[in-house]
């Protein structure tokens, strides 16, 4: 689906008269079209250390989430009573608020973090989003643990 498709979509929710949750819950379902959704762009000093723990496996229960650098209730919130001119406009809004950091459950809850070391997705594309967990394989596994060497050894 291109973003002008989606743009239409965003646009035909917005007119719905459904409450703001049951908008929002739609603008997650049709943002799941966009392979490049929730974006990794860091990773917090605690997580690397739960990751070095294990090998640099993702593990069940090993206790990393995505968290959301900006909170997706209040940000799909602005989309849905915004009234952007173009789909590039809106497409940008949603690219630029749609970033996550790897961190452990509890910085996750508490909003509590360590300190957040960047990773380039645009350039390395790694922790794709696969549902809602992400794709973990060698070459993730090999940036981590070239990133915890970098600042832990």
């Not at 000093?45 to 909170?71: C, D, P, Q, T």
């Not at 209730?73 to 809004?93: C, G, P, R, V």
Request: net charge positive; glycine share 4%.
């Amino acid at each position: 689906m291109t973003i002008e498709e989606m743009f239409h979509d965003y646009n035909s929710i917005c007119k719905m008269k459904s409450p703001l949750k049951i908008k929002s819950g739609m603008l997650t379902q049709l943002f799941r079209m966009d392979e490049h959704r929730w974006r990794v762009v860091g990773i917090t000093a605690n997580a690397l250390k739960v990751f070095h723990n294990h090998k640099y496996k993702r593990e069940v229960r090993i206790g990393i989430n995505r968290s959301h650098v900006y909170e997706r209730n209040k940000i799909y919130a602005q989309m849905l009573s915004a009234k952007f001119e173009n789909s590039k406009d809106w497409w940008d809004f949603y690219h630029k608020h749609d970033e996550t950091i790897l961190a452990t459950s509890s910085e996750n809850n508490t909003g509590n973090f360590s300190k957040i070391y960047r990773i380039n997705y645009d350039k390395l594309q790694l922790f794709k989003s696969r549902g809602f967990s992400w794709r973990h394989n060698k070459p993730e596994r090999d940036f981590l643990e070239k990133l915890y060497n970098k600042y832990f050894l």
